[in-house]
């Protein structure tokens, strides 16, 4: 007999219904006589009332008292579905992120898992209980309680697996891993497998389904991820190691992330400690940066450009105007209207050439770009948010993704 | 400088504009030059909304899970008011039941206080933060969350001032204590104060302000507490210890409850060993039985009836189909349209007549009681549910409360 995790996502337990056929689903699996430890995200629309909750108080809420009211939402959902199996007649325990052992580490709003206690959920599962653990939240070692950040359920979920050493699935309102959004490119094609690297890829570069994070864990521990639709009963998408016989192609996929804010800050003078300064600042405030250019030095200044998650536009906005005060000769942009779109496959590490077609796509079809960067496995640009829709069909269309 | 527990109800704190209302009360206080720890109960409908959540799966939820889903609630409320006070310039912190060291026992949704590990909350107010407590709720020897019923917040709220020795002031959406429920009696005069044992009379017969179980742990601590309104500056009633300067009246007030049910059991076969069974398995239940009387017995069957918290009516009901079951000869009847009527007086303790004239009151004004029991300091009534407001305006006007 083995153990399954299986994680839902916010749309796959929208409303008491959708609980029972989570609920069905699981029984299903458990008939077969595996066990199952069901980790489960908030509610649909919950997290977005608790936010606008806060927001009549602050535009920036005290980060730790925001941990405590987010987590409130799995409390619902795990407490919910645990109702269901009961009252269909099978045993079954809910547990929040304390509860289920998860320590956590770092700022709040922005925990890592440090380690989970996993003894608890492994008697509850000897006495053959369906274990349902609250997602995206854990406990730090002052007892606070804390939560892990955008897609935090998923890493929940694969850290909960990497433990269990057992195989997580991934039950969410997408078919599986596209190469391309489908939602910007109707006829993205979904993948039978992907590798954790190009995986990590997609998902840091935007790909939306699943965060990195909870790759990076999966990638660590060797645990295959299976997505798939929580409603639909079609094949999804294994992430896993990478395998020489999956199929070669130069690009896996292309991820696609508008939830980005480019900042370009002109006229610094170009002393290493002002740059290092600026992002010293940045760090302090736990803000990601992302990519990040900066021109060569004319007349002992640089211009320099980075790109960062939407969430953190409210410090980084601090953070600028702490910036201008002390260097009165800068300038600084902030740009919304921002896309970043990403080309990532494992094969590119040993072709050549990729990046000059990309150009070439690019520049013959009239599309400017405002930064690039790339990595072994990815290219990325950022352009503006208006031609976002035209450059994904002509990569997708060309790159046959 | 001294401690001050405040607790604010559901209607307090039932929107963001009123949780900014109780911040500024609390920081009125603290200005003042006290520490406050305050105790919030559930936003207004927010308990609502769940319970209703949790009907649509079972009409009899997993206990453990209810509580689990409850105690978002106020773990809801008091994330929004820490943020309040921080967003104000004041440091605190908000505490979940199990963060403020609330150990709790027994059944689950029905939990009663065991000890409350009061270090962590006192070492938060030498730092000088305002401390909020989520009330109702805690933490039993398993780890599990668990709620303390109806009126918990009270009891949180109390325990804690008991612990801290100091005054407990409870902000709610009345004025003080009446003698009679003024939406039943417009005339209801406002007690300045009244002593613990007639408080609990009162509130054990249905008054409603507060829960029998807070004012218990007031009494043994000696803790005095303030009931007063949330809203309007106005006097408030002190619920302290009997004291003879408080105004001699051999009645103090009249509480009523319609959350009542009546059942009646008929054709008893009269062995003890029938009637303890019946109660036995009430008990394992938990169902809390209230009045009771049996007719004496005749031809070796007794009639026995009792009354019970309209909230049991499920368990009770299932322990009554049991009872048929097993004692073919029994009738049962579940009457839901009853209202049960006490007069309350430390005064009667040392007044006889009292009865004499209650009884001629009701005779002389064709009012019929189904049942009557008395204590030390009161006479409780159980009356047709249509009789309740006639009833309240004769004893009302006719006892001068």
């Known amino acids: 007999m083995g153990v399954i995790v299986q994680k839902y996502g916010g749309t796959s337990v929208g409303d008491v219904k959708k609980i029972k056929s989570v609920a069905k689903r699981v029984i299903c699996e458990k008939e077969k006589g595996n066990d199952v430890v069901v980790v489960l995200s908030a509610m649909g629309k919950t997290t977005d009332h608790l936010v606008n909750l806060c927001k009549e108080i602050s535009t920036n809420p005290s980060k730790r008292d925001l941990d405590m009211i987010l987590a409130t939402g799995e409390q619902v959902s795990i407490s919910l579905l645990s109702m269901v199996f009961q009252e269909c007649g099978y045993d079954s325990i809910s547990l929040t992120g304390f509860q289920a052992g998860i320590r956590t580490q770092g700022p709040h709003t922005k925990n890592k898992i440090l ?110 991820i299976y997505v798939a639709s929580s409603s639909k009963d079609v094949k999804g998408t294994y ?37 290092a300064t600026i992002f010293e600042k940045l760090a302090r405030e736990n803000v990601n ?37 002390e260097n009165s000769e800068v300038e600084v942009v902030v740009e919304q209207n921002i896309a970043k779109i990403s080309v990532v496959g494992i094969g590119m590490t040993n072709q050549s050439g990729v990046t000059g077609k990309l150009f070439r796509l690019l520049a013959d079809n009239g599309l400017e770009f405002r930064q690039v960067t790339t990595s072994e496995i990815s290219i990325s640009y950022t352009i503006d948010k208006k031609d976002k829709e035209k450059t994904v069909s002509l990569l997708a269309r060309e790159l046959d993704l």
């Open 239 to 275: 992430i896993k190691e990478y395998d020489k016989k999956m199929e070669e192609k130069v690009i896996t996929g292309l991820s696609i992330s508008d939830d980005v804010i480019m900042i370009t800050i002109n006229n610094i003078l170009f002393r290493l400690d002002n740059i």
């Open 115 to 224: 380690d989970i206690d996993i003894k608890k959920i492994k008697s509850h599962l000897q006495e053959d209980k369906i274990v349902v653990v609250a997602g995206f939240q854990g406990i730090n070692e002052n007892g606070d309680i804390t939560t892990l950040g955008r897609g935090g359920s998923d890493t929940t979920a694969v850290a909960l697996a990497a433990k269990l050493n057992c195989e997580c699935n991934i039950y969410t309102d997408v078919e599986g891993i596209y190469s391309v959004d489908p939602r910007l490119y109707k006829d993205a094609k979904k993948l039978d497998f992907i590798s954790y690297e190009e995986m990590m890829e997609m998902s840091s570069l935007g790909a939306g389904v699943m965060e990195t994070r909870a790759i990076e864990i999966a990638c660590k521990y060797n645990i295959p």
């Open 289 to 325: 940066i992302d990519m990040i250019s900066q021109t060569a030095p004319l007349n002992g200044k640089v211009n320099l450009s980075f790109t960062a998650s939407k969430e953190d536009l409210f410090v980084i906005n601090k953070a600028m105007d702490e910036i201008k005060s």
